[in-house]
């Protein structure tokens, strides 16, 4: 699993640099964490981070997913705590397409 490491934005402004989305991304997760993604290509992308344990109900905590659009979607996700895997203290990541056109970064504020 490789680790998309953070950006800071800094008083001056930042923009990150996106990178190629890849099977295994993992981020880490908490307060002013967020993981931005883009969509180039000519299909909608799911994004679905994988929460692992279960509800107080003892039914397993639902994985959220965001669908990116095609062509010039894009989307910031605050990367909350919730989305924690306790094996490694970070957010598990599944794209449902990877490769040019599909990119990510994570900025910290």
């Known amino acids: 699993m490789a680790e998309i490491l953070p950006v800071t934005l800094g008083k001056a402004g930042t ?5 190629n989305a890849a099977a295994g991304d993992t981020a880490r997760c908490g307060d002013g964490y967020f993981l931005v993604a883009k969509n180039t290509t ?3 992308v799911t994004l ?4 692992p344990g279960n509800t107080s109900y003892g039914e397993p905590n639902p994985d959220p997913q965001w669908t990116i659009a095609a062509t010039t979607g894009e ?14 203290g970070k957010a598990h990541l599944t794209w449902s397409a990877t490769g040019a056109g599909i990119t990510r970064a994570v900025v910290k504020r």
């Open 15 to 19: 923009k990150p640099t996106l990178n």
């Open 42 to 44: 000519g299909s909608s």
């Open 48 to 51: 679905t981070i994988v929460v």
């Open 75 to 88: 989307v910031w996700i605050p990367l909350i705590d919730a989305y924690r895997d306790p094996s490694d």
